[in-house]
């Protein structure tokens, strides 16, 4: 049973939107800090965006600062990564995960205790 289930991926063009969801179970929505992280061909793994497990609290990449929103819906379990604007550096593989503590050093984080299957977004010029 995947404990992370995500969905949203997809094409578009540059300039588009995209939002991606990844439902929790109700232990992992309620205790850890969620992220999504990314991989693009030939690059190592990156936190893209990272939301506190209250919500008080989020983080996001310079990269994608200003364009991407992540948040939180308590009745659904479901974090959400809102990605506006989009260009073809953001294509990647994007990867729900949760653990404690992915505020504290978000930048060098690569490893999570829970992961998604991985969704592709691909964004032409």
């Known amino acids: 049973q995947m404990e992370l289930v995500e969905s949203g991926g997809g094409s578009v063009q540059a300039g588009g939107s995209l939002r991606l969801a990844c439902g929790a179970s109700?232990?992992?929505?309620?205790?850890?800090?969620m992220a999504w992280f990314r991989q693009a061909p030939g690059k190592e793994r990156e936190t893209a965006a990272a939301?506190?497990?209250?919500?008080?609290?989020?983080w996001y990449a310079d990269s994608v600062k200003g364009r991407f929103t992540i948040a939180r819906d308590t009745v659904r379990n479901t974090v959400y990564l809102q990605m506006n604007n989009l260009k073809p550096e953001d294509t990647a593989v994007y990867y729900c995960?949760?653990?404690?503590?992915?505020?504290?050093?978000?930048?060098?984080?690569?490893?999570?205790?829970?992961w998604g299957q991985g969704t592709q977004v691909t964004v032409s010029p």
């Open positions: 109700r232990h992992i929505f309620t205790y850890y800090d």
């Open positions: 995960a949760a653990d404690q503590s992915l505020l504290h050093d978000p930048i060098h984080q690569t490893a999570a205790r829970y």
């Open positions: 939301i506190s497990y209250d919500g008080g609290h989020t």
